[in-house]
T-cell receptor
């Protein structure tokens, strides 16, 4: 299995531009998670999906952020308009609900820099 | 609510030293407990886990025992290597049906000096 795939790996953009991050979860996994990691705030859960349906988006910082999962093999996280404080590493993770184990498999992350 | 508290880093040790990274938690019921590791430039990956009291998770020479009486899940390794340099995250899942969220600690950066 290829694992969780994220693209792009690095993104540099200017303030005000739209940014779209992409994620392909592991085939067969029912859950998909989007995290943001910064030095100041650590690892934050932004949103997660179960069977393509958003379950909890309480971590989404504001209306500039949106996430979709149109099918079981693809999800996007969009920031519009982007701001310098959005600079972070964004991780996607997926998991197969298996009782109480809930192991999450993380992608390599997208390093976003907003100038 | 659920929370995880890890010892503050960074932690710097010499090769072959003994490692302990403390982790305590607050949760209702009987959560599952995890240690994740993040190597430089990579995503997190599961290191070990324990799902009930007194369980010991182990992997790659690392161990952690689920202690319900002290609500702790400390990570230990008897002899660390340079390749163990990474950030370590303690996490819990509250095991409430339908709740798949992991609660992570802030992470502890470990550096091993040759």
């Amino acid at each position: 299995d290829a694992g969780v795939i994220q693209s792009p790996r690095h993104e540099v953009t200017e303030m005000g531009q739209e940014v779209t991050l992409r994620c392909k979860p592991i085939s067969g996994h029912d859950y998909l998670f989007w995290y943001r990691q910064t030095m100041m705030r650590g690892l934050e859960l932004l949103i997660y999906f179960n069977n393509n349906v958003p379950i909890d988006d309480s971590g989404m910082p504001e209306d500039r952020f949106s996430a979709k999962m149109p099918n079981a093999s693809f999800s996007t996280l969009k920031i519009q308009p982007s701001e310098p404080r959005d600079s972070a590493v964004y991780f996607c993770a997926s998991s197969l609900r298996a009782g109480i184990y809930n192991e999450q498999f993380f992608g390599p992350g997208t390093r976003l820099t907003v100038l | 609510g659920n929370s995880v508290t890890q010892m503050e880093g960074p932690v710097t040790l010499s090769e072959e030293a003994f490692l302990t990274i403390n982790c305590t938690y607050t949760a209702t019921g009987y959560p599952s407990l995890f240690w994740y590791v993040q190597y430089p430039g990579e995503g997190l990956q599961l290191l070990l886990k324990a799902t009930k009291a007194d369980d010991k998770g182990s992997n790659k020479g690392f161990e952690a025992t689920y202690r319900k009486e002290t609500t702790s899940f400390h990570l230990e390794k008897g002899s660390v290597q340079v390749s163990d340099s990474a950030v370590y995250f303690c996490a819990l899942n509250p095991t409430n049906f339908g709740n798949e969220k992991l609660t992570f600690g802030t992470g502890t950066r470990l550096t091993i000096i040759p």
